[in-house]
């Protein structure tokens, strides 16, 4: 969201490097951008070795990272693995967007989750990503590769409460 003009000053996330806007084109025209709209960028202060696929451009402390996530979760009808409750994750891969990460994931209820169903899950991320609330996810298996569902990011900084923790 937002637009964005030669002289910004922006944060790369998740590695939190700042950075500037030294130039900025849409569709080969210099000029300012706004959300939606096919833009190329030219960084100060970043080099090209510390970009890579899922990262984010945002106005410094807009948005922050975070490694784990409490999802209303879908699971498809077709999913070989179901979650059976919090005792027993579930390795998995995330996407979010253009980022992809490794984690486990964990029914919260005590009956789990199973194919076709729906319900929440916590998923512990092995990487940092940027989301936030109402973010869609793709959940699949690492090995062998398959896609188990999906769902809608309710609370991504979830912490959850552990026996002796303030209410």
Do not use: C, N
Request: hydrophobic fraction near 45%.
């Amino acid at each position: 969201s937002g637009s964005i003009s030669p002289g910004d000053s922006l944060e790369l996330l998740p590695a939190r490097l700042v950075s500037r806007a030294r130039a900025v084109q849409v569709h080969g025209r210099p000029r300012s951008a706004t959300a939606g709209e096919r833009t190329a960028l030219q960084l100060a202060g970043v080099d090209l070795a510390a970009v890579a696929r899922g990262m984010e451009l945002a106005t410094p402390g807009a948005l922050r990272t975070t490694r784990r996530l409490l999802v209303r979760w879908q699971m498809l009808a077709s999913s070989p693995v179901a979650f059976e409750g919090p005792l027993h994750p579930v390795a998995v891969r995330v996407h979010l967007y253009a980022a992809e990460t490794v984690g486990m994931a964990r029914a919260i209820a005590d009956a789990g989750i199973a194919a076709g169903e729906s319900g929440l899950v916590e998923i512990a991320l092995a990487a940092p990503v940027v989301a936030v609330r109402g973010d869609r996810i793709v959940v699949r298996r690492p090995s062998p590769a398959a896609t188990l569902g999906g769902g809608t990011i309710l609370d991504p900084w979830w912490r959850r409460k552990r026996r002796g923790d303030p209410s």
